[in-house]
């Protein structure tokens, strides 16, 4: 097994912006897009290189990508939650839209553009791991502008860091969930022997092209500095939670010289474990995790959550 991590981003090019594996490429977009803009071929636009590392900065590890029918694709593994990053996946899609058209063409000749951005954190309210947007009408939901789709896949709503093989196993129902097992749990599978859940050709190929994967002197050095980015952005919430807890028992002790210890400790907990569920709710937590970290109640949650 491989003891590279295929959510850092250059890895991830390294896989699938490459002329060898565009077939796992066109796997990883049809399991993401809809029937109707399932592919056949691919152009890559922007292939990985290696020397790109020299000069260029890191939005260089993009994926751009056209289909046979001139449909363009952004593929893009965010590390880290970064500020705005909502308005920069849109930027990205502007630009792909935009960029089609040369001088003196028609707008009619301009094509679908997707944008995909695989998150390496919780980004939305809610449960579901993957998301899609269009431009609808706000009543009726009637899709105005079909040119325009984001795809949001938040790899932390699909597997937790502790989930074994044998729970993963029980989740899968579709492409894209076998490609996030990969992006998620490669350290738990191998290729020459993977449960039928997971017994899929290109998930082999991609698990093999992992196992065998080297890096340049430069390229190690990029990867090992974004795996530690990575490593302190899954840290940093966690930690944030603790130190809630910790600032909510401080709070709680203050309030407690004036209303006594016990009585006061309790209400400063309070107040700060509902703060921290409010943030808990808002980067889509699961109610069972806020539950845990925050001793709330499901019924008290629930109440924050319907307020949102």
């Known amino acids: 097994m491989s003891n590279i991590n295929p959510r850092v981003d250059i890895a991830f090019k390294k896989i699938f912006g490459v002329e060898e594996n565009k077939d796992l490429t066109i796997s990883l977009i049809n399991s993401i897009v809809s029937e109707e803009d399932q592919i056949t071929e691919l152009t890559l636009l922007n292939p990985y290189n290696p020397k790109n590392f020299r000069t260029d900065k890191l939005s260089i590890l993009d994926i751009k990508a056209q289909g046979a029918t001139g449909k363009k694709f952004n593929i893009e593994i965010q590390i880290t939650d970064e500020a705005d990053y909502d308005k920069r996946a849109l930027y990205y899609w502007a630009k792909l839209y935009t960029e089609q058209l040369k001088s003196g063409e028609e707008y009619s000749s301009l094509s679908k553009a997707i944008g995909i951005h695989i998150l390496n954190f919780t980004s939305l309210s809610g449960t579901k791991y993957h998301n899609v947007f269009h431009i609808t009408e ?3 939901n009637l899709v105005y502008f079909k040119d325009l789709e984001l795809h949001t896949i938040e790899l932390s709503k699909f597997a937790t860091k502790d ?5 993963l196993v029980k989740k899968i129902t579709t492409s894209l969930d076998i490609w996030c097992s990969f992006l998620t749990k490669h350290n738990l599978l191998n290729p020459d022997n993977l449960p039928k859940e997971l017994n899929n050709r290109d998930l082999k190929k991609a698990l093999n092209v992992l196992n065998i994967m080297n890096f340049s002197e430069e390229e190690r050095s990029a990867y090992d500095d974004h795996l530690k980015w990575m490593m302190i ?6 930690k944030r ?20 210890k016990i009585e006061g400790l309790k209400e400063g907990e309070k107040v700060k474990a509902i703060e921290i569920a409010r943030k808990m709710l808002k980067k889509g937590l699961d109610i069972d995790d806020i539950i845990d970290i925050t001793g709330l109640t499901k019924d008290e949650i629930e109440s924050l959550k319907s307020q949102k």
């Open 138 to 140: 706000k009543e009726s």
């Open 163 to 167: 989930q074994n093989l044998q729970d």
């Open 233 to 238: 952005e899954a840290n940093t919430l966690e």
């Open 241 to 260: 939670y603790r130190d809630g807890i910790e600032e909510g028992r401080a709070e709680g002790e203050k309030i407690g010289e004036e209303k006594g």
